[in-house]
């Protein structure tokens, strides 16, 4: 007797958001968020010291969409 | 959900939504900015800070476009900051959005977060072109800002969950946002400096920036609802 194998796919909806996706969006929107919206050479001072307060050049590079979003500037 | 697929969709359309901000900034707000900056410049020139020489002109003009590229970079960076707060908040409100259709529920979902933590923001502080603001005074205006917008932030998220678990009368929700946030709006102080500039060209500016930011939340929402459609990153197939 031939025996039949009769696959089935079960689709279904969950809802529920992985944690680690939850952090990784959260950790993106942070700094996204600082960086274009705040950043007064804190972030590139991690790497370049005081430097990075008197250059600031995420805030200079970010500086035209940071007016154009509605961040307070200068 | 699939973290991956869920992250790839999210991002994806955050960073294509922040391109399109940056390219519309370009079109609309990059005007207003330059005669802005020009007014800066004048000023410079006024007081001896800077000398109006083909050789400040030449720096000027490759700052400027580089900041310009800049702009885009940023649309970018933001693009993907804001779209991993809408994403979340999408994939945790999804269920309880009206509609069958991912991409209407995206545009009200949109709607609502454009609402809370843009368009309130920025009837109570506009948003300023360059020569406006007092460098003085910006840790002040940064503050104040930010207090807004959480207060308008996480009041709209605390009265959503309040909406949810209402049974009745589910439109009070909506009002005790109103009046949550209309009391914040009249305690909070206005920003400090005073505008000396023509209010044509600040609000020109202001029109811009309102209407490429709403560009903005619309391509991020319609890009996500159909990425959201495609791939379907919520749902699990298993084989029995």
Redesign the interface.
């Known amino acids: 007797m031939k025996m039949t194998k009769v696959l089935q796919q079960l689709t279904k909806s969950q809802g529920k958001v992985p944690k680690v996706a939850v952090a990784v969006l959260l950790v993106l929107f942070g700094i996204g968020f600082f960086a274009v919206g705040f950043d007064q050479g804190q972030i590139f001072s991690l790497v370049q010291g005081h430097q990075a307060y008197g250059q600031m050049y995420l805030h200079e590079m970010t500086h035209d969409m940071r007016h154009a979003s509605g961040f307070p500037c200068h | ?3 991956l697929h ?2 790839t969709v ?2 994806i359309a955050g960073l294509l939504a922040g391109l399109i901000h ?1 390219f519309a ?1 370009i079109v609309l ?2 005007p207003f ?1 330059d005669t802005a900056i020009g007014i800066e410049n004048q000023r410079m020139f006024t007081s001896g800070e800077a000398k109006d020489t083909p050789e400040f002109w030449k720096t000027y003009s490759d700052y400027r476009l ?3 590229q ?2 885009i ?3 970018a ?2 693009g ?3 779209g ?2 809408f ?2 908040v999408f ?2 409100s999804r ?1 309880v959005l009206p509609s069958q259709s991912e991409i209407k529920k995206a545009l009200l979902l949109a709607a609502i977060m454009w609402t809370s933590i ?1 368009f309130i ?2 009837l109570k ?6 020569t406006v ?3 003085s005074t ?1 840790a002040l ?2 503050t ?3 207090v807004f917008l959480a207060l308008s932030g996480f009041g709209a998220l605390g009265f959503s969950i309040l909406y949810k678990k209402m049974q009745r009368k589910r439109s009070l929700a909506f009002l005790g946002y109103a009046v949550f946030v209309g009391i914040a709006f009249i305690v909070m102080p206005p ?1 400090p400096d005073k505008i000396t500039i023509s209010m044509d060209l600040v609000n020109g ?1 202001r029109m ?2 309102l209407i ?2 709403t560009i903005y939340w619309i391509a991020n929402a319609i890009i996500l609802g159909l990425l959201w459609k495609k791939f ?1 990153p ?7």
């Open positions: 959900m699939k973290s869920f992250l999210v991002l940056g900034n707000v990059e900015l580089w900041q310009k800049g702009s970079i940023g649309g960076m933001l993907v900051a804001t991993s707060l994403g979340l994939a945790y269920h843009f923001p920025f502080y506009p948003a300023n072109p360059p603001g007092d460098p910006i205006r940064t104040l800002y930010v920003y500016f811009a920036s490429t930011m379907q919520n749902s699990v197939t298993t084989r029995i």
